[in-house]
């Protein structure tokens, strides 16, 4: 199946799907976390009921990627549970009536005589089970690794359609959007949103260019090509802001967001002076001869008187 069959349906899937799970492995990197919350902004922007999940809560939050606080460690939203501290030797009678004005639900539970009632600070809500209509894996390989997220809701998974969107074909999934014909997943997930005609707010969008320049090094590496600029230029026309790179973090509209290695600056090699000798060139001394007191003068020699 080609990359625009695969969007083709997905785009089917979300057309009819209601509820959709985003979820996440453990110890996702930036490109991973860019590319998972800006598709949960996206579907949750397009109406859609989004769960943003991950095994545990990522270290890397403090990145102040927008939507990341939202990861839950959890999918349940099926049933709605009640529950409280309980001594049913202490309690009457238990019921239940609905306000027909009100539409509200009323659980009543009447203490015996004597009896303090049931704590009202004990009370708990939560959800138990989960259901979905579409599920997206990002940057996840197998079910194993997602622990509580998978034990338990086995069903779940093999009962609804799963897209898994990584920068290799795992094995899982029934439709597998691989991405190593981009530069990073956050650059495939833009062409996916894109594609799949998903608006996107500014916040989403910045997300997704931050990744885009962290992993070309701000276009800089010799990976960037014509679409990926292309891409970029999107997401600015989507409102997504640039990075400012400061020597120790980078920076959104002023406000440190990531850590990065500083420059180390390299010392500059001092300049080499030529080292000049001076050869002092004396005379030497003309030889004496001893020729005995006798003189001559030049050209005399050898004549006869």
Excluded: C
Excluded at 195 to 216: F, K, P, V, Y
Excluded at 217 to 236: C, G, K, Q, V, Y
């Amino acid at each position: 199946m080609t990359p625009e069959q695969q969007i083709s349906q997905i785009k089917d899937l979300l057309d009819s799907a209601q509820s959709v799970l985003v979820i996440i492995g453990f110890e996702p990197n930036l490109d991973i976390l860019a590319a998972s919350s800006s598709l949960f902004l996206g579907l949750k922007q397009a109406g859609k009921e989004v769960i943003y999940a991950s095994p545990d809560l990522p270290s890397l939050q403090s990145e102040n990627l927008v939507g990341v606080d939202q990861i839950r460690t959890d999918i349940s939203n099926k049933n709605l549970v009640v529950s409280f501290d309980y001594d049913e030797a202490a309690v009457e009678k238990v019921s239940y009536h609905i306000g027909e004005e009100t539409n509200r639900f009323y659980l009543t539970v009447q203490p015996k005589r004597g009896n303090q009632p049931l704590n009202k600070d004990t009370v708990e809500l939560g959800y138990a089970g989960a259901e979905a209509d579409l599920i997206f894996l990002v940057g996840v390989h197998d079910y194993d690794s997602l622990d509580q997220l998978y034990i338990g809701n086995e069903q779940l998974f093999n009962e609804t359609t799963v897209v898994t969107i990584h920068s290799f074909e795992p094995q899982i999934g029934n439709i597998k959007f691989n991405t190593s014909d981009y530069v990073s997943i956050s650059s495939g997930v833009s062409v996916l949103i894109r594609q799949l005609g998903l608006d996107l707010s500014n916040d989403a969008a910045t997300n997704l260019l931050l990744s885009i320049e962290e992993t070309t090094d701000s276009f800089r590496s010799l990976s960037t090509t014509p679409d990926l600029l292309e891409t970029a230029a999107w997401l600015m026309r989507q409102g997504a802001r640039r990075v400012r790179r400061t020597d120790k973090k980078i920076a959104v509209q002023g406000q440190s967001t990531i850590p990065v290695k500083p420059i180390i600056p390299v010392k500059p090699i001092p300049q080499l002076k030529p080292v000049i000798k001076e050869i002092a060139q004396k005379k030497k001394p003309r030889a004496k001869f001893d020729n005995g007191g006798l003189d001559h003068q030049p050209g005399m020699m050898g004549k006869s008187s």
